[in-house]
């Protein structure tokens, strides 16, 4: 049977495996009852470790025997002791196992330990299988199904907005006790969080972390605090840093598996947010060493993305890519949803990598938040494919993106996708919509919090909507300043963004020797922090002013006037420029309108001579057109 050249068996160190992983289980039911009880003999006889030859004496019968289940236990915690959660959380399940009727009380309370240490260890079939095994007994104590279900709860992942019966089941057993309830209002609140119900997850924050307080539990409360805070400055309230302050000072372990949803973990966000870009990276790497000691995996996860966007923000493309990378397949690995770490895969690759890449990550993420009712990952994911979209010069498809975003209607105030409206005022502008983009820029405007950068991102998208619209030296002084501000928050990617838009706005008013000036700077700033799609947009426009002095097909236009000129001097009517262009005959008129105040002409004859018989050149100088 051992055929060692088909891959059937293979050695490791002492060690037999078989690799088809039923075919053990096959060979043991062939030997029969006899054959296998003489085996585990010899081998418990044999086995120089006795938590091996407890194990062993164990699995010579499949009777209930009180001392082999005491024995199993006693081995169970030595193995827990030096860090083999596996093995203690198997062992602790045997000892369920083979638990006598006498010792009822004793086996539930070794299958809500098997489950809880097999949830920590990273080993969720064995969690499922102990705790599902507490649920089906009639007789098990309420106190011991809410731990159950707890841990059936943390195996949901981001699905967990879905487990509405087991929340209701968690709450009918844990009755009035805080002890057992405070843990189960901290996963509704993580639940509201994901279905994108803020109101309903501060409530069950405020409950948990008062519940958890009064039944002496710091753990739990620090960690409802933290998601507190989190809802607090997702809805704009300034009550957030007094809250996670509050969890800071709680005497609360950092327990690896549970990192990510403590407090420094979230004030190390919070710190990126803010542009406190080095104590943010700071924190994380030291959080990162206590992450790679986290079995489940999610934790790890979760630093490794934080970094990746710490550092896309920093400017360092190539440490960006590889954070996010890692983060992809660790949380692979672990069999975690994506959705979350294709976002921070797409933000990385818009820095760094490729556009199609960014779009591609971005369009999964949008798929997996979907499928699992994640709406917070959903509207980032959104977003990130909404700019892959635009920055790839598909402007209509990256406008009927972020249009979805908005109408989803539960971003709010999320700070790691609050310039989406900025976003979508460019796109907008780009189309000729300009009333729209006017209305998303006042959106814009009235989320904005006077503690970050959001200010000077204002700033940059109010340029590239008042270039579109032909106001080129207001869009000059505005993304001026906003390169200004990136430059001494030293963040060289928005820097070089917000000099790109400068460049073009200088274009537009034919001041060539500035725009080449600004694009240049931008370019070299792109080129240093290794941002691959970002240089390649700034050579091309770059490509566009050198060696111009005053091009005649160049007449101040912006790239949507240009398109409809052109249309109307080759004898379309407003409503055909509609219907081609996918605009709206008002949009259209209102358009004309400019057009005709811009060159001085009052009928389309006039146009048609103004413009010449040559096709119009198009300078696309909005960042969310590349090549029109």
Known sequence: MARRGAGIVARDGEAVRFTPPALAAVLAEDAGAARRAGVHDVLANTALDETVAVRHRALRSGRPDADVARDLVEAAGRALRRGAGRTAAELYLLAADRCPRSLAAQRFAWLVTAAGTAATAGVPAIAGRAAEAVLAAADAPPAHRVRA???????????????????????????????????????LTWAAMIAGDAGTAAVCAADAAAGARTAGDPATEAMALSALAQVQRLRGEPEWAGTLRRALSLPAPQVPGWLHL?????????????????EARAELLALLAVAGRDRTGE?????????SEVATRAGRCREALRYAHRAVTAAQHAGLS???????????????????????????????????GDSLYLCRNLHALGQAQLRAGDTRAGVATLR??????????????VRWQGDLAGGLAALGEHEEAAAALDG??????????????????????????????SAVALSAAAARYFAGVRQPLEEAHALLVQGGAERRRRRYAAARLALGAALTLFLAADAKPWAEQAQRALARTEGTAAPPSDLGLTSTEARIAGLVRDGAS??????????????????????????????????????????TRVFPDSVTVVDA
């Open 444 to 473: 814009y405007r009235g989320s904005l919090t006077a503690a970050s950068s959001e200010g000077a991102h204002l700033d940059r998208a109010t340029a590239v909507v008042l270039s579109e619209q032909g106001r080129a030296d």
């Open 262 to 278: 403590s407090p420094r973990y979230l004030a190390a966000r919070f710190a990126m947010v803010d542009d406190r870009l080095d």
């Open 574 to 615: 407003n409503r055909e420029i509609a219907t081609r262009l996918f605009l709206s005959v008002k949009t259209v008129e209102a358009t004309l309108t400019r057009v005709y105040r811009k060159l001085g002409v009052r009928s389309c004859t006039q146009l048609s001579q103004r413009l010449g018989a040559a096709p």
């Open 299 to 307: 934790a790890l996860v979760e630093v490794l993305r934080s970094l």
């Open 149 to 187: 279900r707890l841990v059936l709860l943390d195996l949901a992942g981001q699905a967990l907005a879905d487990m509405g019966e087991m929340f209701a089941g968690a709450l009918a057993d844990a009755g009035e006790d805080p002890a057992l309830l405070a843990p189960v209002r901290l996963r």
């Open 338 to 372: 994506p959705g979350p770490t294709w976002y921070t895969a797409a933000v990385a690759e818009l820095a760094g990598g490729s556009l199609a890449a960014a779009s591609g990550y971005a369009a999964r993420g949008v798929r997996a938040s979907e499928q699992e």
């Open 404 to 417: 979805r975003l908005r109408d989803l209607g539960t971003v709010a105030a999320d700070p790691m996708i």
